[in-house]
């Protein structure tokens, strides 16, 4: 930890304070049983995650990047195709459409929402689209209903990125199995967070599923018999059975990120900042609490000063970013992106951080007004 905040943007130990009792006694089972891949907590842990994400089937893999390279992989995108990406999201949504061999198309978002919109997708459009890759970003749903409509419309399939979006639900259904495949992390700082790296894949669709499974192990079912060229990308068990805890109180902790996102808006109207909207079929799991402002730096100047911890997710856009300098997009074709990575800011948000926090953020506000 590089400087103590007063105020922390995320409290990772107070989490595991909380439930230590049964997440020590989680690790000694998997530690007793020998079992150390795959094996029955982590098929314990598929089925569980399956049934609260309302899919039919979850595949345990080894991180976020992991799942949405292996779902993209398992709806049968090909070196050559196109996918349609958010132009404004984390760089895992881009990487793993280029490590499919595939040419990532951005599309804009709503600029209320943050997340793809969908009136743009059709223009972007090609022969070679195979796929789009809407991001349930900041823990909101995307507005799935058209994207789903344009891409069948088109014979395109439909990945989701819900690494930030756990619990979350898309006209009062839990986001899970809306498109073809949905790509999770277990990062640790997710609203569902392994004490280390993880990843699933949710699907209705049981020869995705099965796709999937071969992937992630070596490409076999049977061992020393390879069917194709996989990869190993396997849920460890030890973090299966961590997440099997935590499971249990994901919804009673994202309800508490609920009030404190609710006490943010009550606190900071009127205070000059753009906070988040939420469309009335989204029921959001703020993951973070994103607000924005064209004093930014200022702003994050004077909460550092102050001992309050802020992020900005993400300070720069993917088309922009060296590593996609082969791409060759010009800085300015996605302004909208290039915005909001001047003017978001993401204020601490989290099950353990103290209700008056909310408030404390105000009274920065109010200093700086004066
Ligand atoms: C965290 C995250 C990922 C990647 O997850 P890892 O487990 O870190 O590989 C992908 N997409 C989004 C939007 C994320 O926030």
């Known amino acids: 930890m590089t400087k103590m905040h007063d105020i922390p943007f995320l409290d990772?130990?107070?989490?595991?304070?909380?439930?230590?009792?049964?997440?020590d006694k989680a690790v000694a089972r998997v530690l007793e049983s020998g079992w150390y891949i795959l094996g029955p907590e982590v098929e314990a842990f598929e089925q569980e995650f399956a049934a609260y994400c309302q899919a039919g089937h979850a595949?345990?893999?080894?991180?976020?990047?992991?799942?949405?390279?292996?779902?993209?992989?398992?709806?049968?995108?090909?070196?050559?195709?196109?996918?349609?990406?958010?132009?404004?999201?984390?760089?895992a949504t881009w990487l793993a459409v280029t490590q499919c061999g595939a040419k990532p198309i951005p599309v804009e978002p709503c600029e209320s929402t943050f997340n793809i919109d969908p009136e743009r997708i059709e223009e972007a459009i090609t022969p070679l689209t195979r796929a789009i890759l809407p991001v349930h970003l900041y823990g909101q749903p995307a507005d799935l209903d058209p994207v789903l409509s344009v891409a069948r419309h088109h014979g395109l399939r439909v990945v989701e990125d819900a690494a930030q979006a756990h619990?979350?639900?898309?006209?009062?259904?839990?986001?899970?199995?809306h498109g073809d495949a949905v790509a999770w992390s277990f990062y640790p700082g997710k609203n569902l967070g392994a004490l280390g790296d993880g990843g699933a894949v949710t699907t209705d669709d049981a020869a995705i599923a099965s796709r999937i499974r071969?992937?992630?192990?070596?490409?076999s079912r049977e061992k020393y018999v390879h069917e194709v060229q996989g990869v190993?990308?396997?849920?460890?068990?030890?973090?299966a059975a961590v997440l099997r805890v935590k499971l249990r109180v994901l919804d009673s902790w994202n309800e508490r990120r609920r009030a404190?996102?609710?006490?943010?808006?009550?606190?900071?109207?009127?205070?000059?900042?753009?906070?988040?909207?939420?469309?009335?079929?989204?029921?959001?799991?703020?993951?973070?609490?994103?607000?924005?402002?064209?004093?930014?730096?200022?702003?994050?100047?004077?909460?550092?000063?102050?001992?309050i911890g802020t992020l900005i997710h993400y300070p720069i856009p993917p088309h922009v970013q060296q590593a996609y300098e082969d791409l060759k997009f010009d800085s300015q074709a996605f302004p909208l992106?290039?915005?909001?990575?001047?003017?978001?800011?993401?204020l601490p948000i989290g099950p353990h951080l103290s209700s008056d926090a909310p408030v404390a953020v105000a009274n920065i506000l109010e200093k700086q007004r004066t």
Not at 168 to 175: C, D, L, N, T, W
């Open 214 to 219: 071969l992937l992630r192990n070596y490409g």
């Open 59 to 91: 595949i345990g893999v080894g991180n976020g990047l992991d799942a949405l390279v292996l779902a993209l992989r398992a709806v049968g995108v090909q070196p050559g195709d196109e996918v349609i990406v958010p132009s404004n999201t984390y760089i």
């Open 167 to 177: 619990g979350a639900r898309y006209k009062g259904r839990r986001i899970g199995a």
């Open 12 to 23: 990772l130990q107070a989490a595991y304070r909380e439930l230590k009792p049964d997440i």
């Open 232 to 239: 190993n990308s396997r849920l460890d068990p030890i973090q």
């Open 260 to 307: 404190l996102a609710a006490r943010y808006v009550d606190v900071l109207a009127g205070a000059g900042l753009v906070l988040p909207a939420v469309p009335d079929w989204a029921e959001p799991v703020w993951h973070l609490f994103v607000i924005r402002s064209s004093a930014r730096d200022a702003l994050k100047a004077k909460f550092d000063g102050a001992g």
């Open 337 to 346: 992106a290039g915005r909001l990575a001047e003017e978001v800011l993401s």
